[in-house]
């Protein structure tokens, strides 16, 4: 692909309201970084920054998700992972027991190629079901290769790890 008119081609089936993201990024990937490519690298920008995929949140894409984490279960657990390509921006994170218990946990980002930790926050203690333990009050970015990952010492009887976000990307 070495004209932006290529590029418009594979992507005129699309409106800016679709949010194409994906098919955005699938044919951006194989273009090269070199100065012929200069027009359809320069389409790029433009069609990105007209789906507003230039680092701020793009419309339709907010999510609040949870994790439901079992009573004893202990270790690592991933808690969101974005799809390769994508990125979010984490604005909230916060954990609720099911039940009264003990919780012992903590939410770090973990760089996928070489399995490092980044602590977020830690917290520890005797809840009660209408505890909520504020984990993070945002910004925090994260994508396929740096992800949301909890580790859980003790953990009676659950807990569920909300997370509210947009897509930055």
Do not use: W
Request: hydrophobic letters at 40%; a negative charge.
């Amino acid at each position: 692909m070495s004209t932006d008119k290529r590029f418009y081609e594979q992507l005129n089936t699309f409106k800016i309201a679709d949010n194409p993201a994906s098919a955005v990024q699938q044919v951006s990937n194989p273009v090269h970084l070199q100065s012929s490519n200069k027009e359809v690298l320069d389409a790029i920008i433009q069609v990105n920054r007209a789906g507003m995929r230039d680092g701020s949140p793009m419309p339709g894409t907010g999510v609040v998700t949870n994790v439901q984490i079992a009573a004893d279960t202990t270790g690592h657990v991933t808690i969101y992972t974005p799809n390769a390509g994508e990125v979010f921006l984490v604005s909230t994170i916060s954990v609720a027991p099911t039940a009264a218990g003990n919780i012992n946990l903590s939410l770090s980002l973990e760089d996928s190629t070489s399995g490092a930790k980044a602590v977020i926050d830690a917290s520890t203690g005797t809840v009660s079901t209408s505890t909520i333990i504020d984990i993070l009050n945002g910004p925090l970015y994260i994508s396929a290769e740096c992800f949301l990952q909890a580790y859980i010492g003790t953990n009676t009887n659950g807990v569920t790890v909300n997370i509210g976000m947009h897509r930055v990307r």
